[in-house]
Structures are given as structure tokens and as C-alpha cells.
Nanobody, 121 residues
Framework: QVQLVESGGGLVQAGGSLRLSCTAS????????MAWYRQAPGKQRELVAA???????NYVDSVKGRFTISRDSARNTVDLQMNSLKPEDTGLYYC???????????????WGQGNQVTVSS
């Protein structure tokens, strides 16, 4: 059974920093890409940042220059360093493992449970 467990959310003032971490556990052979999504109240879930197995990264325009995504493929972890946080960054942040190949040869996408990030003005 594959699980994604997130940590690191919380409450911070505008201009502050937070670091989110996500660890995938279980029988995992490989993960094609890992990503962070967020969902603000009343809005659709959006991609925040993604990183491939070759460490190519992609960011939504609103976080470029402020957020940094990184991964440790050997440990199946992905982190999101968030600096210069703004109130509009508030939301539920989800970790996603894309194209995860299990030890049984099955490939699928997996989501974490979500972690709240609240930025006060």
C-alpha cells in the first residue's frame, strides 16, 4: 500500500516562510514526477510546483521567485520551501506523486491528505 504523508503547514504572517515536506512510503519502484497543488476556499485546485525525476521544475507564475521545490528520489520525498508568503498563498496544500510505479508493476498517481497553510496579513 502506497501512502503520501505531508508535514510542515501552519500559520505565518505575510512575508514569512514555511517549508512543506512529503514522503511517499510503501512498495515503490519509481516516481516519474512529484508536485504540490493547493486549493483555496471556493477555488479549484491548482498546480503550484512540480519536479520531474530528472529534476526539471515548473512553477505557477504567482510563486516564481518565492517558492522552491526539491526532491530526494532515493528517499521518495519532495519539499516545498515557501518564502515571502502572501495572504493569497493561503490554502490546503496537497502533495502528488505522478506515475508512481509500485513493486507489483502498477503505475498510478497518488495524493497526500492535504496540509493547511494560512498566511495572515
Amino acid at each position: 500500500q502506497v501512502q503520501l504523508v505531508e508535514s510542515g503547514g501552519g500559520l505565518v504572517q505575510a512575508g514569512g516562510s514555511l517549508r512543506l515536506s512529503c514522503t511517499a512510503s510503501g512498495s515503490i519502484a519509481s516516481i516519474s514526477a512529484m508536485a504540490w497543488y493547493r486549493q483555496a476556499p471556493g477555488k479549484q485546485r491548482e498546480l503550484v510546483a512540480a519536479i520531474t525525476s530528472g529534476c526539471s521544475t515548473n512553477y505557477v507564475d504567482s510563486v516564481k521567485g518565492r517558492f522552491t521545490i526539491s526532491r530526494d528520489s532515493a528517499r521518495n520525498t519532495v519539499d516545498l520551501q515557501m518564502n515571502s508568503l502572501k495572504p493569497e498563498d493561503t490554502g490546503l496544500y496537497y502533495c502528488k506523486a505522478e506515475g508512481l510505479l509500485t513493486g507489483w508493476g502498477l503505475r498510478s498517481d497518488y495524493w497526500g491528505q492535504g496540509n493547511q497553510v494560512t498566511v495572515s496579513s
